[in-house]
């Protein structure tokens, strides 16, 4: 019988007696074969343990493909939910602005009637100082001609007095005395008229600076509505565009929702009947990322139109009208403390002021009454009354 080396099945390599491990059985160079059905009995269980083993991983992907998907499934969910919840704080966000826009709307008609009352004040302030100014010239005139009466009295007398010194010496002290006083009196009024004339003059200029700011006032105020009203068409555009495409966007949902259904509902077709309904089902898709990713970007235009509105409305400084003193002068250096801003929008709905949006232009209006009362100082990053 032939001899022949057996090797240990638990990947022992001896070729000579090995006692380590049971598979080699004792067995050496000089046993026997072992017999067929021993070899073949062998490799059943050596097969059988291989089954097991990939029984067992199929059991293990098995496991670890369903955590996947419900993970997956989970992440689906909250997904909606999140975009449902977006969309539910969007819609609260819209109707809260139109209800502001409205609010402020109200607010602005309100300061309109407010500035238009005080610009009729200054206009009858103005009529005012231009009646006193006639009244001062007219003076001024009346007081050249008695100066002239009186100079004309001065060298008659003189005339007189000398004809009568020859004559009367106490009455020549008289008319001295007489002339001291006539002089006296013609430097009063001489000092009375310069004053006058002086008061005039500076009057007369400052109504004529106050003409030229009331000009100036008028034309920047025609043209910030103006530049009000081209933003507040530009927006509301933008706005009608956000509608059309929200509008859109649930139309194309509708239809891929009904297509989805329509797909369910019909037997499933051919191979290519699925890859039209896949590419259609994708094209739907990608048509409403595309709406979505075209309102946001209107949505974000239409932000950056009223911050870039609002920082045009805050590079100019307050003006100071004072009517008990007659003059309107530029405010520096210390203000007066401001009281809470109030806010206004323009005619389509947009507010003067950023949504803190930023800087913004400011309109102050001092009124010093004629009673003793701080001035009230009107301002705010909303409030449109007068500015230079």
Known sequence: MQQTATLCMQDCSATSNCTQHSGCLGMNLNEPRLSFEYRVSKKIAELTQVVHMLFKR???RECELAAVRSAYESELELTRKDAAERLEAQELLARDREETAKRLDDDLAKRRREFDEQRT??????????AQLARLRESRDQMKKM???A????DSMRSSVSLELSEKGERSRLVEEENAGLREKLAKLSYKLAERERVADELSKELDSAK????KWNKECSELQAYAEEQAKAA????LKNKQIENELRTMKRDANRRLSEGLVQPLG???DRAAQSQTERQLEEECERLQRELTKYKLELANRDLNLNRVFNEQSPMIVDLKAGRIAAAGGQQPTPPTPMSTRDSAGRSFRSAGLGREKTFHYVVSQDYEEPPTQVRGGEMMILSL
């Open 212 to 215: 030229k700011r009331a000009q």
């Open 151 to 154: 100079g004309r009295e001065i």
């Open 121 to 130: 004040k200054l206009e009858r302030k103005l009529a005012d100082r231009d």
């Open 147 to 149: 100066l002239e009466e």
């Open 236 to 239: 509301e555009a933008l706005r």
């Open 58 to 60: 199929q059991h293990e």
């Open 270 to 272: 051919g191979r290519g």
